[in-house]
């Protein structure tokens, strides 16, 4: 049987809050999730002819220092190191909305002909900075397609993951946008009022946003695919969180990524990780030159070991608590394992897991019935 277990090593506190009503607004189209369970099950888990794409962007950037010894910031928005408690926080806002205070826009790339088969919107903050948001608005947030206007997206209640610890406030939110994005042109994607407070704390403010999609094409390799979330936050106290995949069908010599949302994590804090275990070896670290393998929580937006900053608006290098990163995962995958676990670290910098993905090549002959029956329907859940 095809699963996912999660093993939790930290104790966190998730508060899952009472469904929100509806507040009246410019933005009358809406799209709700249904209801669903807060735990680490898949949102999505295939074996096709595919991928998983993502695209991302954080929505809070340095203003003035306010400490000493920081550095300019846009030394710091080139890629410089610098964390969001070495500044007074100012919100991105790139749309002509007068409606919206942030916004900032990302390219998603899929190839040409590919079939949308699941797409989900993460978003995520820390609400106490300089000034407290009201955490009744973590669960709603504005999208619009290429060329298309805002609509509204709303969390159910058991989507939203909040903490609340000393200094700061932070949520993980997410919602279903299958329809909207399968139906789409192709380009970049704006999202907005994500709920973020701006200002100075020691912690510092953080928030971003990724569209992360699976899709199918008949011209890519067959592949293992899953996205996942419900995860849990890392305290920064040496702790951590493991999930383990298992099912899997995974090729000798494969190629993969593991792609990690993840909110609150500096650049410069060393000691969190991500490593891989796959059945029957050892320990694989996984990290590259945009993220070090003693601290991949980095503040970056990546894939390939470079930073990703073609289609993004802003395409600061330096996102201050923001991560949407996929890891080169072939050095765990040369056994062909159909088990892998996953370990995330923190060492002393806390951070917020918003979601993670699967991408591997499988054996030939493993498309499941579903995948080839339901189509770009497969795997969701329901």
């Known amino acids: ?54 695209a991302a962007n954080s929505v809070i950037t340095c203003g003035d220092p306010a400490v000493p010894d920081a550095a300019p910031c846009a030394d710091t928005q080139a890629g410089g190191v610098g964390r969001g408690g070495e500044y007074a926080m100012d919100y991105i806002d790139v749309d002509d909305d007068r409606n919206t205070y942030n916004s900032s826009r990302a390219e998603l790339r899929l190839p040409a002909g590919a079939e949308v088969a699941y797409a989900r919107l993460y978003w995520g903050a820390n609400i106490r900075v300089g000034e407290q948001k009201p955490p009744e608005d973590n669960a709603r947030v504005l999208i619009a397609e290429p060329g298309g206007a805002y609509k509204e997206v709303v969390a159910e209640s058991a989507e939203v993951h909040a903490i609340e610890a000393p200094g700061y406030q932070s949520f993980v939110a997410s919602a279903e946008v299958t329809d909207l994005v399968r139906y789409s042109s192709p380009g970049a994607y704006t999202v907005g009022q994500v709920n973020v407070a701006m200002g100075h704390s020691e912690t510092g403010g953080w928030g971003g946003w990724a569209l992360v999609v699976a899709y199918e094409d008949a ?164």
């Open 1 to 54: 049987m095809r699963s996912i277990r999660a093993a939790l090593c930290v104790a966190v506190l998730v508060l899952c809050g009472a469904a929100l009503p509806h507040h009246a607004n410019a933005y009358p189209d809406v799209y709700a999730q249904p209801d669903a369970d807060a735990d680490a099950e898949p949102r999505y888990r295939e074996t096709v002819h595919g991928g998983v794409a993502v």
């Open 219 to 382: 011209d890519e390799p067959l592949r293992e695919l899953a996205i996942l979330d419900g995860l849990p936050a890392l305290d920064g106290s040496g702790r951590a969180a493991e999930v383990t995949v298992d099912g899997l069908r995974i090729a000798p010599d494969a190629a993969g990524g593991l792609g990690v949302v993840a909110f609150g994590g500096d650049r410069g804090q060393a000691g969190d990780g991500v490593t891989v275990r796959p059945d029957g070896g050892e320990d694989v670290e996984l990290g590259d030159a945009a993220n070090p393998a003693y601290d991949v929580m980095n503040s970056t937006i990546s894939g390939g070991g470079e930073p990703v900053a073609e289609g993004r608006e802003p395409a600061h290098a330096n996102t201050l608590g923001f991560d949407a990163d996929v890891l080169d995962l072939g050095a765990a995958l040369t056994g062909g394992p159909e088990e892998l676990r996953l370990r995330f670290t923190s060492g002393r910098d806390a951070y917020q897991l918003g979601a993670v993905f699967l991408q591997a090549d499988a054996r030939t002959g493993t498309r499941t019935q579903a995948g080839a029956d339901a189509g770009a329907d497969a795997g969701r859940r329901r």
